[in-house]
């Protein structure tokens, strides 16, 4: 089968044949297995992450800016947990708006209590108004958006003059003894764990999927350049632990 690849596209990874072969089938993709996996997906993140997913997110929030009274967009929220620890920082006087195209994981995030503006819309296209934001958040989602360019001229939108960005990501080392050990664990081991305690397929198969998506994802010089190329200002990664990545950058004022 000849695979369909639109060669304008900014992707943030190569086609990755065992899961679509289009833009179209990978969408239909995602939408689906992240529907099927939104009631397993908190349990399966914390203790993949070893209950560190909270505290981490929390240090980036604080370490890139965020404040009491901003008003923040978290963009591919998931289940909230980054819109839930945003909530907590900005305070009454700020205001969360948390966004993703799953219904299933905007019904999860509100269940939770994590989220009282939950917005359904993708990356590339957000429904909010230009530059009504002070600080945009994506936490561990960037590989899911079809065109970097296009996205990053999104979040340029919406953010005020001297609004702040950052992008969370995992990324692997290419070779060495860290690599073999996140490997084994994200590729291996939280797969197969999460066919055990969940019996879920999709869950399965998504967390294989994930795993494939940050391996194959564009390298860190490709989504600096391409936040400067859309008109950001000073875009720089931040990496914790070796393997986190932590991409900001600002409007320019």
């Given at each position: 089968?000849?695979?369909?690849?639109d060669?304008?596209?900014?992707?943030p990874?190569?086609?990755?044949?065992?899961?679509?072969?289009?833009?179209?089938?990978?969408?239909?993709y995602?939408?689906?297995?992240f529907?099927?996996?939104?009631?397993?997906?908190?349990?399966?993140n914390?203790?993949?992450?070893?209950?560190?997913?909270?505290?981490y997110?929390?240090?980036?929030?604080v370490?890139?800016?965020?404040?009491?009274?901003?008003?923040m967009?978290?963009?591919?929220?998931?289940?909230?947990?980054?819109?839930?620890?945003?909530?907590?920082?900005?305070?009454?006087?700020?205001?969360?708006?948390?966004?993703?195209?799953?219904?299933?994981?905007?019904?999860?995030?509100?269940?939770?209590?994590?989220?009282?503006?939950?917005?359904?819309?993708?990356?590339?296209?957000?429904?909010?108004?230009?530059?009504?934001?002070d600080?945009?958040?994506?936490g561990?989602?960037?590989?899911?958006?079809?065109?970097?360019?296009?996205?990053?001229?999104?979040?340029?939108?919406?953010?005020?003059?001297?609004?702040k960005?950052?992008?969370?990501?995992?990324?692997?080392?290419?070779?060495?003894?860290?690599?073999?050990?996140?490997?084994t664990?994200?590729?291996?081991?939280?797969?197969v764990?999460t066919?055990?305690?969940t019996?879920?397929?999709?869950?399965?198969?998504?967390?294989?999927?994930?795993?494939d998506?940050?391996?194959?994802?564009?390298?860190?010089?490709?989504?600096v350049?391409t936040?400067?190329?859309?008109?950001?200002?000073?875009p720089?990664?931040?990496?914790?632990?070796?393997?986190?990545?932590e991409?900001?950058?600002?409007?320019?004022?």
């Amino acid at each position: 089968m000849t695979l369909q690849v639109d060669e304008n596209r900014v992707a943030p990874h190569p086609v990755l044949s065992r899961y679509y072969t289009d833009e179209a089938q990978r969408q239909r993709y995602l939408k689906s297995a992240f529907q099927e996996t939104a009631e397993h997906y908190d349990s399966i993140n914390n203790w993949m992450s070893f209950g560190s997913d909270r505290w981490y997110r929390r240090q980036a929030l604080v370490r890139s800016g965020l404040q009491a009274g901003m008003r923040m967009a978290d963009v591919g929220c998931g289940t909230g947990l980054v819109s839930g620890i945003a909530r907590e920082i900005v305070g009454p006087s700020g205001h969360v708006f948390s966004i993703d195209p799953s219904l299933g994981m905007i019904s999860e995030a509100v269940a939770g209590g994590r989220t009282i503006a939950p917005v359904v819309g993708k990356a590339e296209a957000l429904p909010i108004a230009d530059e009504s934001v002070d600080f945009l958040c994506m936490g561990f989602a960037l590989r899911h958006v079809a065109d970097l360019e296009v996205t990053f001229r999104e979040y340029l939108r919406l953010l005020k003059p001297g609004g702040k960005l950052l992008l969370m990501e995992l990324t692997p080392p290419r070779k060495g003894f860290v690599r073999f050990c996140l490997k084994t664990h994200m590729r291996y081991v939280v797969p197969v764990l999460t066919r055990v305690f969940t019996g879920s397929k999709a869950a399965t198969l998504l967390y294989e999927y994930c795993w494939d998506t940050f391996d194959m994802c564009v390298p860190p010089e490709k989504v600096v350049s391409t936040l400067a190329a859309v008109g950001f200002e000073g875009p720089s990664q931040h990496v914790v632990i070796r393997v986190f990545s932590e991409y900001t950058a600002h409007k320019p004022a």
